[in-house]
């Protein structure tokens, strides 16, 4: 049974950054697509990045194109999501998941994921 643990989240001043991470356990994360998504107070989940288990392509939601960015490092069974220029409409509780079909791209519907993380909170401050 794979086993998803997200960190790095918490409190950041309006243009900062932070890293998060998505270790797993039980099995290698080389054979899921990972995608991370986010969940705000009130709010639907939003799928905003994942990573295909086909050459590692990604994919971003628009709301984070070109200020997030998702990897894979295969050596410590970890995927991250390095953000930057946070803005205070990017706080919410952060969610990694995992996907174990081999798709040749990944998607951002939670619907294909079938592993999920407890989160990790990111607060954006004005």
Not at 67 to 84: A, G, H, K, P
Request: hydrophobic share 30%; aromatic share 10%.
């Amino acid at each position: 049974q794979l086993q998803l643990v997200e960190s790095g989240g918490g409190l950041v001043q309006s243009g900062g950054s932070l890293k998060l991470s998505c270790a797993a356990s039980g099995l290698s994360l080389d054979t899921y697509a990972i995608g991370w998504f986010r969940q705000a107070p009130g709010t639907e989940r939003e799928g905003i990045s994942c990573i295909s288990n086909h050459r590692d392509e990604t994919s971003y939601a628009e709301s984070v194109k070109g200020r997030f960015t998702i990897s894979r490092d295969s050596t410590t069974n970890t995927v991250y999501l390095q953000m930057n220029s946070l803005i205070p409409e990017d706080t919410a509780v952060y969610y990694c998941a995992a996907d174990p079909a081999r798709r040749w791209q990944c998607g951002r519907s939670e619907d294909l994921y079938v592993f999920w993380g407890r989160g990790t909170e990111v607060t954006v401050s004005s």
